[in-house]
């Protein structure tokens, strides 16, 4: 089991900046491939962006892509998803998320890809 927790949520204005964190605990993290999905109200949960165990490759949606930044450090257990340049239309509630593979980041963009879920953190960007 690995149990994960976001934080970093909130409201900002058009053009600011949020970062989530992910906190992760139980299995070793460094073995799982990190995601972020965002779900907004009446809406399917979409994917944002990946990571690789290794933090060697990283994958984005075309709608964040230059925007937003997925990392992490291993050594914290911890994974990040900077956000710049936000717009009204990024406001969602975001998911961190994880699964075991070793398959390329760009193949596991599909919330049935992951296994382990965190509670979600809401992120609000008013225009």
């Known amino acids: 089991q690995v149990q994960l927790v976001e934080s970093g949520g909130g409201l900002v204005q058009a053009g600011g900046s949020l970062r989530l964190s992910c906190a992760a605990s139980g299995r070793t993290f460094s073995d799982y491939i990190m995601g972020w999905f965002r779900q907004a109200p009446g809406k399917e949960r979409e994917f944002v962006a990946a990571?690789?165990?290794?933090?060697?490759?990283?994958y984005y949606a075309d709608s964040v892509k230059g925007r937003f930044a997925i990392s992490r450090d291993n050594t914290k257990n911890t994974g990040y998803l900077q956000m710049n340049s936000l717009k009204p239309e990024d406001t969602a509630i975001y998911y961190c998320?994880?699964?075991?593979?070793?398959?390329?980041?760009?193949?596991?963009?599909?919330?049935?890809?992951?296994?382990?879920w965190g509670q979600g953190t809401q992120v609000t960007v008013s225009s």
């Open positions: 990571i690789s165990s290794s933090a060697r490759s990283t």
């Open positions: 998320t994880t699964v075991r593979s070793s398959l390329p980041v760009s193949f596991v963009r599909q919330a049935r890809d992951y296994n382990y």
